[in-house]
């Protein structure tokens, strides 16, 4: 099993930075695939960005320039670093994570809110 806790989510002006932060703990040998989701209201998740096990980093066009996903794996934490954020960022925020081709796991979320 794999366990997942998001922090680091709240309320924020327009034009601000909000760091989320995504322990794993558990099975999580065999990892693939971390990635930060968000899903507005009414709508379906939809990836932010993810980080492949050979380092790759990949954006959704929206936030590209904005956001930057890390991982420090001495502490088993992938971050999402958010900087100019926008209203329409507003969102809850999951932590996912993929190992052996077909195992996924989700975090429980973090509220994100970027007020104008």
């Known amino acids: 099993q794999v366990q997942l806790v998001e922090s680091g989510g709240g309320l924020v002006q327009a034009g601000g930075s909000l760091r989320l932060s995504c322990v794993a703990s558990?099975?999580?040998?065999?990892?693939?695939?971390m990635a930060w989701y968000r899903q507005f209201p009414g709508k379906d998740r939809e990836l932010v960005a993810q980080?492949?096990?050979?380092?790759?980093?990949n954006y959704v066009d929206s936030v590209k320039g904005r956001f930057t996903i890390l991982l420090n794996n001495a502490k088993n934490t992938m971050y999402l670093q958010m900087t100019s954020l926008k209203p329409e960022d507003t969102a809850i925020y999951y932590c996912?994570?993929?190992?052996?081709?077909?195992?996924?796991?989700w975090g429980p979320g973090t509220q994100v809110t970027v007020s104008s």
């Open positions: 558990g099975e999580i040998f065999a990892t693939n695939t």
């Open positions: 980080l492949t096990r050979d380092g790759s980093a």
């Open positions: 996912y994570l993929e190992r052996r081709g077909w195992l996924r796991y």
